[in-house]
């Protein structure tokens, strides 16, 4: 009888979710032309500020659908406001965590990520607009140079350091860019564990399922001093412990 409810809630999920998120992209991409206008005139912002707030609005509708059939736990988001701005790194699980980051109490933020969701044409204009750096195949020059404007803005950045999604759900070799650039742009590292995505929508599966996710900030971290050469390795390593350390906890109280 378990096998049939569970299988009912997993039909009614995916007939819910999939046409709601279809019909909610399509009002957003029909409104944004007017409600950048809008943002424009009453708040003098830039269009990659408006386009990064409307693109929040968007995560937080899109986590609004999910809520019928996913649970949602934060914890400890209030590190945010405490802490100066400095880089998010977040581990990798879903397609769908980059959705997550709706749930986020600050929404200046800009993602650097690998090529492939630049190539979606649905995404593509928006991202652009928003200033998301493609890290994929690009000079370490030209990246510093892409996040020396949020720098100087205070904006916050949010890289994957896995630089693609677990397809196990074990945390993945990270990438030393989001370190190096903490250090030289003497930002602080703020980690940020998820759970739960790895079930709901993981790599290879084309449909979701419902579960309880968790996204929990961890202390941040403060950089090595720009002139410690192999700095970046210890505040990577470092992280990476952090972070693993964490979803084992979270992932142990979930079961208990």
Partial sequence: M????????????????????????????????????????????????????????????????????????????????????????????????????????IWDVRICLRSWPFKMVWYTAFMKLARYLDLEGTEWSEILAGVRPAVAADQWLLIFPEGHRSRDGALQRFYSGAFKLAQQADRPILPLCITGTDTLLPPNRWWVQPCTVHVRALPPVEPPPPDDEMGHIALRKQVKQMIADEMAKMRQGACS
Wanted: glycine letters at 6%; a positive charge; charged letters at 15%.
């Fill in 2 to 105: 378990k096998w049939l409810v569970r299988g009912l809630a997993v039909a009614l999920c995916n007939l819910w979710f999939f046409p709601m998120l279809v019909a909610w992209s399509l009002v957003c991409f029909l409104l944004f032309l007017p409600a950048a206008v809008v943002w424009r005139l009453a708040s003098g912002w830039a269009v990659e500020r408006i386009t990064r707030h409307l693109i929040w609005i968007y995560g937080q509708g899109t986590v609004l659908i999910m809520r019928p059939f996913v649970r949602f736990k934060v914890d400890d988001f209030g590190r945010f406001t405490a802490c100066r701005p400095g880089i998010i790194v977040a581990n990798h699980l879903s397609f769908l965590d980059t959705y997550l980051m709706g749930l986020l109490p």
